[in-house]
């Protein structure tokens, strides 16, 4: 027997797909998931700078960490999003599929010897014979999908068309909306006693406002956080949406008819054991105690209170839609859900209607105003209110912050919302 050469002795055996020995002159194996492929120049050039590290394949990588030390400690400007990208696209590009031949597993046709060529004609005629054509249905469908890609691309084109057109409108109507009354700048006097309440000495405990219709009163702490970098408290936001109800009873044809919930009701509402108690909050809509029903409302505000976040769910009564508001641009589906069961449970109750909210669906407000800072959140949660109860549209930003918690200090002072 010859021996093989001594460069084959030095190589340990290679393994065959079917995991048999291979002999060394066979043709090598088909490349699998691991294989090397072609990359763009700058995935190349990522991973060779930045490979990606051993310990990331632990569960525990400190990946903010890792960054920082790339960077001799400082955090850059994208937080390692880039290099994060990187990695992916270089990892998702190896990732290919060997096919059924590199693999040998596809299946193999048998050859077998006919000693009668007459018996083997025969069957290969009854095997033609069993096969059935294809249903002319068949062959319609898939003519039909063949259309089904440029008729998804038309779909497209007009949605984006449509939102297009949306956002035209939206600027005309911002045009034409007489936006002074909202930006009116206070006078020298009311700068002075806003001013005096925010900066001048006194008892804490002193008693500042008393709006006797809600018994809700402000004291001279409760009052600072109107100042700037203060987060609004309970007392004040209740105040004021107090104050949004008396002045739309006072001009109804300037203002949308609309309900106010206190900061409290929604957590009156969430308190059940499974989340959701239609009864502690049943008695808070009342004919006697409001003189109206909601289903009588264009709008109905419900604050929502996230903790450490205030946030704005509005139920639009006229269009059917849920809006969710949040200054910090998230959302939560479960609060709307919630919501919706509720008006349908109300309206049953109170006016013995029978609304399917299941059609009703989530209106997405693109661009809404979004505050910059860590405490503004209650205050953007205010002024959602304000322009929605007027009909208009979220023409403000947080530039205009400083100014509109101001202007809402003036306003629970004289105990009137303009």
């Not at 008396?246 to 509402?269: A, D, I």
């Not at 709008?299 to 976040?309: L, Q, R, T």
Request: glycine residues 6%.
């Amino acid at each position: 027997m010859a021996l093989a050469p001594s460069s084959w002795q030095r190589t340990p055996p290679a393994l065959s797909p079917n995991g048999r020995k291979r002999r060394p002159d066979a043709s090598p194996p088909p490349h699998h998931f691991h294989g090397p492929q072609s990359h763009s120049r700058l995935s190349q050039r990522l991973r060779r700078w930045f490979p990606l590290p051993p310990q990331a394949r632990s569960v525990a990588f400190d990946m903010g960490n890792y960054v920082s030390g790339l960077f001799g400690g400082r955090q850059p400007k994208d937080n390692g999003l880039g290099l994060l990208k990187s990695w992916y696209d270089a990892r998702s590009r190896d990732l290919t599929v060997a096919t059924d031949e590199e693999t040998g597993t596809a299946q193999r046709l048998l050859d077998r010897r006919v000693k009668d060529s007459r018996k083997a004609a025969l069957e290969a005629v009854k095997r033609q014979q069993r096969q059935k054509s294809e249903p002319f249905y068949k062959k319609a469908l898939e003519e039909a999908r063949r259309n089904d890609g440029r008729l998804e691309e038309i779909g497209i084109e007009v949605r984006l068309k449509e939102e297009k057109l949306a956002e035209i409108r939206k600027l005309d109507k911002a045009a034409k909306e007489d936006l002074s009354e909202l930006f009116k700048p206070l006078t020298e006097e009311e700068e002075n006693e806003v001013h005096d309440c925010f900066h001048a000495r006194g008892p804490s405990s002193k008693v500042l406002v008393l709006h006797e219709p809600s018994n809700i009163e402000v004291s001279k702490e409760k009052f600072q956080c109107l100042r700037p970098r203060h987060w609004l408290n309970d007392e004040v936001i209740n105040l004021y949406l107090e104050l949004l109800k008396e002045r739309e009873k006072r001009e109804p044809k300037r203002f949308l008819k609309c309900h106010f919930f206190n900061t409290f009701f929604y957590k009156k509402l969430a308190c059940g054991k499974n989340g959701y108690d239609y009864k502690s909050v049943k008695r808070w809509t009342t004919h006697r105690k409001l003189g109206y029903e909601l289903i009588e409302c264009n709008k109905i505000f419900v604050p929502v209170h996230k903790d450490v976040h205030w946030c704005l769910a509005i139920i639009n009564m006229k269009e059917n839609t849920f809006h969710y508001l949040d200054s910090l641009g998230g959302t939560d589906h479960n609060v709307l859900n919630m919501l919706a069961r509720y008006i349908a449970e109300e309206v049953k109750d109170k006016s013995n209607k029978v609304i399917d909210t299941s059609s009703w669906h989530e209106e997405i407000v693109d661009g809404i105003p979004l505050q910059q800072n860590g405490w503004d959140c209650g205050m953007f949660m205010l002024k959602y209110i304000d322009f929605h109860s007027r009909g208009l549209s979220l023409s403000f930003s947080q530039e205009h912050m400083e100014y509109f918690r101001k202007r809402t200090a003036k306003e629970i002072l004289k105990l009137r919302a303009d």
